[in-house]
């Protein structure tokens, strides 16, 4: 490439922003993002979880929530998704699917800490929401492809 076949489409460009610079000084300014939405160091409304759990553990559960579920704030808390996050109120009851999701918490600790602890010889004797729900509303009742079932090996030559 030669140097004005690199300089001349510069020009034009210069040239078109130059022109294109009044009606960008018109349009009226973006409008300022919000703020950081604060996490609350404490919960107005715990039922479940410990009220003084701190912002961070409290962001992060509502975090394992969401993507448990494959959803946004909204599906269990009031305000929706164009809402600013500070402008919420989190606290509120009004959504249903809030006390629901406060059922399950007390069913994932119930199986957790009575169920799989009643079950000897496990590695692992634990589930989290996501062990059912799997980034989905409605858990699975079935495998979703048709499951393969693989040909036994053949058997072993009789023994006599
Ligand atoms: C699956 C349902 C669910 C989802 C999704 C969810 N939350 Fe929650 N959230 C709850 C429940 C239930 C509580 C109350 C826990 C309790 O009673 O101990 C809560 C409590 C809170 C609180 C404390 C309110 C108070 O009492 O002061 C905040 C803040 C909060 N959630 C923010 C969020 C944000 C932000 C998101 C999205 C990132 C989110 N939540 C997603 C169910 C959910
Ligand atoms: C043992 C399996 C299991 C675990 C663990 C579990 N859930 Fe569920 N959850 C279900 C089943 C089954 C349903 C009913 C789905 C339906 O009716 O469509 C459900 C439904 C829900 C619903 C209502 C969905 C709707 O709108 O119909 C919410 C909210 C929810 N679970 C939140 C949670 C949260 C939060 C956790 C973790 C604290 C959790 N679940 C852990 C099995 C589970």
Redesign the pocket.
């Known amino acids: 490439m030669s140097t004005s076949s690199f300089v001349r489409p510069m020009l034009l460009l210069g040239a078109m922003v130059w022109l294109a610079a009044p009606s960008i000084a018109q349009t009226p300014p973006a409008p300022t993002p919000p703020p950081p939405?604060q996490?609350?160091a404490?919960?107005?409304?715990?039922?479940?979880?410990?009220?003084d759990m701190g912002a961070q553990a409290?962001?992060g559960?509502?975090?394992v929530?969401?993507t448990?579920?494959g959803?946004?704030?909204s599906?269990?808390?009031v305000g929706g998704d164009d809402v600013p996050?500070a402008e919420?109120d989190?606290?509120s009851d009004a959504n249903p699917?809030?006390?629901?999701?406060?059922a399950?918490?007390r069913m994932t600790t119930a199986i957790n800490e009575e169920a799989l602890a009643a079950i000897p010889g496990l590695n692992q004797p634990r589930v989290t929401?996501y062990s059912c729900h799997r980034g989905a509303v409605t858990p699975l009742l079935r495998p979703e492809q048709p499951v393969v079932v693989p040909t036994p090996p053949p058997l072993p030559p009789p023994a006599h």
């Open positions: 939405y996490w609350p404490t919960l107005r409304n715990a039922q479940v979880l410990p009220a409290l962001r559960t509502m975090i929530f969401a448990g579920l959803v946004r704030c599906y269990c808390h996050l919420r989190f606290a699917k809030k006390a629901i999701a406060r399950m918490m929401c």
